[in-house]
């Protein structure tokens, strides 16, 4: 609650007016809103200086049944907040902390690997001969199954790779 409160007191109002360009009835929202702010502030101040503690022969004046105000002034004086041990969470959390830094160091270093060779591959592509530059004994030398399949295709008689004149249609002079 106290970094609320912190982050509450360094509102710059004028500022926020100012650099985002409110005018009209939406600057007269700010306005407002900020009296409501700053009189709820003062409110609180108020009442957190105010004394706490209950009268209870008050109550006994008011009330008849005084056994349920001495139940209540029983239950007042024995109450204990309970208390919460939080270091073995702290403790979890801190190694969960220490734990996600050493993933992201991995990960990072997986990364960087592989924008090198996401790198070296660009530099592959760019450095590349045109497409219009390479010939037949280029493409056999790069890949000698295409040759394979090409002189099979050939012995069978097809000398069209399957699906080429759906694709392309018929270029045969007729």
Not at 6 to 26: N, P
Not at 104 to 131: C, F, G, H, M, Y
Request: proline letters at 3%; glycine letters at 4%.
């Amino acid at each position: 609650m106290a970094v609320g409160r912190s982050a509450a007191l360094k509102v710059d109002w004028a500022k926020i007016g100012s650099s985002l360009g409110l005018r009209g009835q939406t600057a007269s929202a700010l306005q407002a809103f900020k009296k409501r702010n700053d009189d709820a502030r003062r409110r609180l101040q108020l009442l957190s200086e105010q004394p706490q503690e209950i009268d209870f022969q008050k109550y006994r004046s008011l009330l008849k049944e005084q056994g349920v105000v001495n139940e209540i002034e029983n239950h007042f004086k024995t109450f204990k907040p309970k208390t919460y041990d939080v270091e073995r969470q702290v403790r979890a959390i801190e190694a969960f902390e220490v734990q996600a830094v050493k993933d992201a160091e991995q990960t990072k270093e997986k990364v960087s690997v592989e924008l090198k060779d996401l790198e070296k591959t660009l530099r592959n592509i760019e450095d590349a001969r045109p497409w219009e530059d390479l010939t037949l004994d280029d493409m056999m030398k790069a890949a000698p199954e295409i040759e394979k399949k090409t002189e099979q295709m050939v012995a069978n008689g097809r000398w069209m790779p399957p699906g080429y004149r759906e694709t392309f249609g018929d270029l045969s002079v007729a």
